[in-house]
């Protein structure tokens, strides 16, 4: 969810990271059988404007964790700023300052 978070909040100002998951969702369409069970619901969503695509992405619903487990963002922000965020959510689910 954190990661996604981030992804919300950067879409309006950075398109590209839109651009990229669309085509993400393309070519697993392309891929047939192989195309995981998700990419049609990704492709219907990314259809949408940047906000509602922005609000599904923070959306607490069991449809929106569902597809995050195969986000077509993976990859969006870099290995350190994925790290930065996975120890900040460790440390918030740990208590810890």
């Known amino acids: 969810m954190a990661y996604h ?5 950067r879409l309006p100002h950075q398109p590209a ?3 990229s998951a ?3 969702v393309q070519g697993w369409l ?3 059988p192989a195309a995981p069970a998700s990419a049609s619901r990704w492709a219907a969503l990314l259809a949408a404007d940047i ?6 992405l923070v959306e607490r ?10 986000s077509p963002f993976a ?16 440390d918030r689910l ?3 300052p």
């Open 5 to 9: 978070r981030v992804i919300a909040e």
């Open 17 to 19: 990271i839109l651009d």
């Open 22 to 24: 669309r085509r993400r």
């Open 30 to 32: 392309a891929s047939g």
């Open 51 to 56: 906000s509602s695509i922005a609000a599904f």
């Open 61 to 70: 619903s069991e449809q929106a964790d569902e597809l995050r487990q195969s």
């Open 75 to 90: 990859g969006a922000l870099d290995p350190r700023e994925r790290w930065r965020i996975w120890r900040a959510t460790r």
């Open 94 to 96: 740990a208590g810890r």
